[in-house]
Nanobody, 129 residues
Framework: QVQLVESGGGLVQAGGSLRLSCAAS????????MGWFRQAPGKDREFVAA?????????????RYADSVKNRFTISRDNAKNTMSLQMNSLNAEDTAVYYC?????????????????WGQGTQVTVSS
C-alpha cells in the first residue's frame, strides 16, 4: 500500500521560508517521479514542482518548476530515505494553499495532476501579509 505523508506546513510571514517534506512508502521510490502541487480555496489544484529519477530514459530525470515559484522554491529528493522536500523561500500571500505530494512510479516527471497515481493528504501553508 502506497503512502505519502507530507509535513512542514504552517503559518509564516510574507518574505519568510518553509521547508516541506514528503515521506514515501510502499513504492519503488528511486524509480518514481515525484511532484508537489497546491490548491488554494476555490481554485483548482495546480502544479508547483516535480523531480524525476535517474536510471530510466534521459527525459525521466531533472526538475521542473511552475513559473510562479521558479527561483524561489527548490525541490529535492533523498532516495536513501525515501523522502522528497520542497524548500520555499520569499513566500508571499499567493503561496497560501494546501500543498500535496504526488508520485508516479516508473514514468517520467510531469506537471499534470491527472498523470500522478498516488497522493498525500496535504499540508497547509499560510502566508500572512
Amino acid at each position: 500500500q502506497v503512502q505519502l505523508v507530507e509535513s512542514g506546513g504552517g503559518l509564516v510571514q510574507a518574505g519568510g521560508s518553509l521547508r516541506l517534506s514528503c515521506a514515501a512508502s510502499g513504492l519503488t521510490f528511486r524509480r518514481s517521479a515525484m511532484g508537489w502541487f497546491r490548491q488554494a480555496p476555490g481554485k483548482d489544484r495546480e502544479f508547483v514542482a516535480a523531480i524525476g529519477w535517474s536510471g530510466g530514459f534521459g527525459y525521466y530525470a531533472g526538475t521542473r518548476y511552475a513559473d510562479s515559484v521558479k527561483n524561489r522554491f527548490t525541490i529535492s529528493r533523498d532516495n536513501a530515505k525515501n523522502t522528497m522536500s520542497l524548500q520555499m523561500n520569499s513566500l508571499n500571500a499567493e503561496d497560501t494553499a494546501v500543498y500535496y505530494c504526488a508520485a508516479r512510479q516508473g514514468r517520467p516527471l510531469s506537471d499534470y495532476v491527472d498523470e500522478y497515481d498516488y497522493w498525500g493528504q496535504g499540508t497547509q501553508v499560510t502566508v500572512s501579509s
